[in-house]
């Protein structure tokens, strides 16, 4: 009776896992990742996701098929693309995020059986080389605790230099009006990650501005705007404020 029944059992079995794999492969959503999704990696991800790169290839479909669940996660979840730092606190040009509709691409393809499309639908690929832009990559000075502007400058962005893994603390910049500009807000701050946090729009810092939130122990640099201006005057326009 056992063996009799075995080929039958076999065959259930194998009706059932093609069944599962047929259920798995069924496409629902017309986007693809030569069309679409290829085009987000490469806007926002490659410059980590690639050979050699901080973290595993998303580069052809067969790198990327493997982890579509977890990217949807991870980008639902804005862990992914990592930034560092609060959104709406501080204004930058090199900001990752995503935008709410490249998040419904993805979490489409995800859904809708994660397409591979046709390879005539990839774009050119660029060779990402770079993991985060390099301008102006120079601090002038590194901050630590509360310092005081005692000369003009034209604040470009700020950099982490020393920061241990998950910190979180807010850096603002007080004018000498009264006024306070918030600069970042570093959130969970990751150390394999680190680069710097570019102003959309650089910031005028007359003399005696503060820059205040950055802990003792840790350190901040602040990147001069590239084009001289009028404003920034000495080679050192940052020192600490004396309590």
């Not at 990742?33 to 987000?40: D, F, H, N, T």
Request: glycine share 8%; hydrophobic share 40%; proline share 12%.
């Amino acid at each position: 009776m056992r063996p009799a029944r075995l080929p039958l059992i076999l065959c259930l079995t194998a009706l059932i896992l093609s069944g599962v794999a047929s259920a798995h492969d069924i496409i629902t959503t017309p986007i693809t990742y030569s069309r679409e999704i290829y085009r987000i990696f490469q806007a926002r991800c490659f410059s980590c996701h690639r050979p050699g790169g901080a973290a595993f290839s998303l580069m052809t479909y067969s790198e990327a098929r493997p982890w579509a669940e977890a990217i949807k996660e991870e980008v639902l979840g804005r862990t992914m693309p990592p930034w560092g730092a609060v959104k709406g606190f501080g204004d930058f040009r090199n900001d990752r995020a995503l935008t709410p509709e490249q998040l419904e691409v993805i979490e489409s393809w995800a859904d809708g059986g994660v397409p591979e499309g046709e390879p005539k639908d990839l774009p050119a690929k660029l060779d990402p080389t770079e993991d985060w832009p390099s301008e102006s990559a120079n601090p002038t000075v590194a901050v630590s605790g509360d310092f005081q502007v005692t000369h003009g400058m034209i604040l470009d962005g700020l950099l982490p230099i020393t920061v241990p893994e998950n910190a979180s603390f807010q850096v603002t910049a007080e004018l000498p009006d009264g006024s306070v500009q918030p600069l970042v807000w570093i959130e969970n701050y990751k150390v394999k990650y680190a680069h710097p946090f570019l102003l959309r729009t650089p910031l005028e810092l007359p003399p005696g501005s503060e820059i205040r939130g950055v802990p003792e122990g840790m350190k901040i640099g602040l990147l001069p705007a590239a084009e001289p201006n009028a404003s920034v005057a000495g080679p050192s326009p940052v020192t600490a404020h004396s309590p």
